[in-house]
T-cell receptor, first 115, second 115 residues
């Protein structure tokens, strides 16, 4: 079956530091990959996505590249802000079901940015 | 355009009581999903639906029932609540054949406590 592994944290950084959250996956075929963000007390918001190998998803200064050869989708940001403090989830969906299957999530990484 | 909405936001039940969670979407999406979020577990799929009148089991369906009588609504029922069902419940929808089938949009969640 499908699975997603990500660093769980908490990850604590100072403002303006460089961020990397690692995500690796196991899946059959060519899944679509996602990063979702959850701010305290809120639901999940789509942060970025990539649908095929070597695609780079980007949004709000965050980036992630779909690496098929290493089955990875690491999230990066060059300079984090206090407002980036949240829980980040890496997720995938298989393409064999035409999108009907649910997302498979990692356990989430709690990111804390200190001023 | 409200996106995905969930009712209620919070609920406390006693063991053995029943309740129904309502999810509504106004994006004309074909696919709808129910997930539960538990600490350190990420999100896990309970049930999903690929269209009006259809439902299917996800990863953790036991103790739950669902119905999709109208395209825009997806109901999650607990017939006899147990403390193990204490969780945060998220509904999501995706475009299916009418849009991107792989990108899911989430509601704000329902926090359920079973005593």
């Amino acid at each position: 079956g499908n699975s997603v592994t990500q660093m769980e944290g908490p990850v604590t950084l100072s403002e303006e530091a460089f961020l990397t959250i690692n995500c690796t996956y196991t899946a059959t075929g060519y899944p679509s990959l996602f990063w979702y963000v959850q701010y305290p007390g809120e639901g999940l918001q789509l942060l970025l996505k990539a649908t095929k190998a070597d695609d780079k998803g980007s949004n709000k200064g965050f980036e992630a590249t779909y690496r098929k050869e290493t089955t990875s989708f690491h999230l990066e940001k060059g300079s984090v802000q206090v407002s980036d403090s949240a829980v980040y989830f890496c997720a995938l969906i298989g393409r064999s079901g035409g999108g009907a299957d649910g997302l498979t999530f990692g356990k989430g990484t709690h990111l804390i940015i200190q001023p | 355009n409200a996106g995905v909405t969930q009712t209620p936001k919070f609920r406390v039940l006693k063991t053995g009581q029943s309740m129904t969670l309502l999810c509504a979407q106004d994006m004309n999406h074909e696919y709808m999903y129910w997930y539960r979020q538990d600490p350190g577990m990420g999100l896990r799929l309970i049930h999903y639906s690929v269209g009006e009148g259809t439902t299917a089991k996800g990863e953790v369906p036991d103790g739950y029932n669902v119905s999709r009588l109208k395209k825009q609504n997806f109901l999650l029922g607990l017939e006899s609540a147990a403390p193990s069902q204490t969780s945060v419940y998220f509904c999501a929808s995706s475009g299916g054949t009418s849009g991107s089938p792989y990108t899911q949009y989430f509601g704000p969640g329902t926090r359920l406590t079973v005593l």
